[in-house]
């Protein structure tokens, strides 16, 4: 939040403890810049994509999502729904 934009080499992943369509949902109040938020479940598969609307009052995947990514808009036509997607070591340090 609070950030005008973000850099084209990051994002942002969040974790929930299990797939949920409600947990998993985003909200776009006092964000300064758009997003392309990619939903994905715990078997790795895209289930929805948006690009995310500034100050829009929220976002729900389609389907049940565990972890959602918040990258810059440029990456959105990167992420197809039913793509099966891999993280890297190096993100998930971050976790522990």
């Excluded at 005008?4 to 776009?28: A, T």
Aim: charged share 25%; aromatic share 10%; with cysteine.
């Amino acid at each position: 939040m609070f950030k005008k934009n973000i850099p084209d080499n990051q994002g942002l992943l969040l974790v929930q403890s299990s797939d949920s369509k409600v947990n998993s949902s985003i909200h776009m109040m006092f964000m300064w810049m758009d997003l392309a938020v990619i939903w994905i479940n715990s078997d790795l598969t895209i289930v929805d994509r948006v690009l995310a609307r500034r100050w829009k009052l929220a976002y729900f995947p389609r389907n049940a999502a565990k972890f959602v990514l918040e990258t810059g808009i440029s990456h959105i036509d990167e992420f197809n729904i039913g793509d099966k997607v891999c993280f890297e070591d190096t993100l998930l340090e971050l976790n522990g």
